[in-house]
């Protein structure tokens, strides 16, 4: 069974710092890995999306890398900004012939002060 | 573009009333859909999928059940609610099997 797992759980930082989340997974044969950001009390906004066969994804200030082999990704945010705290998940892939199955982590809790 | 819709935003319901959420896509066809559930202190579990009008796969047992009556909408039922049906409610598509989620704004259901 698929295990995905957010370190830290929790991170806050000052304004403008660049900062790294990290995630792992038990079981390296994904289909894919996606990044989402959920505010409080709101549903997932999709990030970043980074296939099997790839090893990193890059969008304006965020940059997503994936190891597949050792069960690792990381979610890299440049010059941090108030406007980016929020709760940061990533998810994993398990096509079964019936659809896309997602495993999330239980999130990283972002919060970039002034 | 594609929009994807979910009511109600929130609900309180007493234990062992029914319950209907809805969900619906605009600007695609045939998605591929998908019922989540965030429950407190717990990450995201999925719930239920369908590729197709009429196809649901259930991914764990429980006192929900899911309909797709129509390309585009997928529906989250029970006749009788418990307490730990309680929780975030989201639903969201994919345009193919290995393709980019995207969820909806989501349904607060709290069981009282």
């Known amino acids: 069974k698929q295990e995905v797992t957010q370190i830290p759980a929790a991170l806050s930082v000052p304004e403008g710092e660049n900062l790294v989340l990290n995630c792992s997974f038990t079981d390296s044969a994904i289909y894919n890995l996606q990044w989402f950001r959920q505010d409080p009390g709101k549903g997932l906004t999709s990030l970043l999306l980074?296939?099997?066969?790839?090893r990193e994804q890059t969008s304006g200030r965020l940059n997503a890398s994936l190891d597949k082999s050792s069960g690792r990704s990381t979610l890299y945010i440049a010059a941090s900004q108030p406007g980016d705290s929020a709760t940061y998940l990533c998810?994993?892939?398990?096509?079964?012939?019936?659809?896309?199955?997602?495993?999330f982590g239980t999130g990283t809790q972002l919060k970039v002060e002034l | 573009s594609q929009t994807i819709h979910q009511w109600p935003a929130t609900l309180v319901q007493p234990v062992g009333s029914p319950l209907s959420l809805e969900c619906t896509v605009e600007?695609?066809?045939?998605?591929?859909l998908y019922w989540y559930r965030q429950a407190a202190g717990r990450g995201l579990q999925l719930l239920f999928y369908?590729?197709?009008?009429?196809?649901i796969s259930s991914e764990v047992p429980q006192n929900l059940s899911a309909s797709r009556p129509q390309d585009r909408q997928f529906i989250l039922s029970s006749k009788k609610l418990l307490l730990s049906d309680s929780g975030f409610y989201l639903c969201?598509?994919?345009?193919?099997?290995?393709?980019?989620?995207?969820f909806g704004p989501g349904t607060r259901l709290t069981v009282t």
């Open positions: 969201a598509w994919s345009v193919t099997e290995g393709s980019e989620q995207y």
């Open positions: 998810a994993v892939s398990e096509v079964t012939g019936g659809g896309n199955k997602l495993t």
């Open positions: 369908s590729v197709g009008i009429g196809q």
């Open positions: 600007g695609t066809s045939n998605p591929n």
């Open positions: 980074i296939q099997s066969s790839q």
